[in-house]
């Protein structure tokens, strides 16, 4: 089994300090002839939010996959809370506190809230291999986990999970991500195919992991969403870095355009942003004009 090699660098803040609790330098990945991400570099800060956007392509995923530990870069290095570690299993990616909740959320729909929120992770009674599951104790820290993060459109936490909204269902996904105290949660398009008012509860949580002082990175194709929650947006275009942006009003254009590569004075790039909708920054990219 790998462990995630750390080594101290030189000059390094310490933890709390103004370092990044994450830094991606000169991330490269290849895939046969195709280079997935070409000197890719990305930073983030505890307590901050950090949209992940781009094209279908963009690199997005593979970027995530090499902090995960699902595919491990080809080069580059990776610096969390001031140490150049090496990510090549999820599991150096889960001993570091990186928690990641991809578009699946990976949820039993025949388990109730508690039992997804314990699966493979079971507490014993009296701490034993072969001792009884302590039903009660899960049971209570499920009720606070889920009280802290203000969740509160559960019925019950033994409501088989099948029986969920997506919202609820998100939330229930991002729950047992932080069972491990993570320093860092990655979700992949959190809000994808969820209502208005199941979109709102998600992102009200996602600002909720930042006020609990962890870093987050958001990946997400609706920039609508991006803009309410992130504090820093980082474009992705062609497995290359494409732009970094402030999360302000007045630089929406500016991210349509890194996305898009069209100019951000054109009127078409100024009508998506207005949208700021991935149906409107598609309907660009078919005709830039």
Sequence with gaps: MTHAAAVDLPGASAPGGAAPLLRLQGITKTFGAVRALDDVNLEVHAGEVVALVGDNGAGKSTLIKTISGAGPADG?????????????????????????????????????????????????????????????????????????????????????????????????????????????????????????????QVLALVSRLKARGLGVILISHNLSDVFEVADRIVVLRLGRNGGEYPATDDQRQAVVAAITGVSASSPQVEAAAGAAAPSAISTLKKDPS
């Design 76 to 200: 580059g290095t990776i610096t969390f809370d001031g140490r150049e570690v090496s990510v090549r299993s999820p599991t150096d990616s889960k001993a570091l506190g990186i928690a990641a909740v991809y578009q699946d959320l990976a949820l039993c729909d025949n388990l109730d809230v508690v039992e997804n929120l314990y699966l493979g992770r079971e507490e014993r009674a009296h701490d034993q291999p072969f001792s009884r599951l302590d039903e009660v104790a899960m049971e209570q820290h499920a009720i606070e986990l889920l009280a802290e993060l203000q969740v509160k459109t559960l019925a019950s936490v033994r409501t088989e999970v099948g029986m969920l909204s997506g919202g609820q269902r998100q939330s229930v996904a991002i729950a047992r991500s932080l069972l491990g105290d993570p320093k860092i949660v990655i979700l992949d398009e959190p809000t994808a195919a969820l209502g208005v008012a199941q979109t709102a």
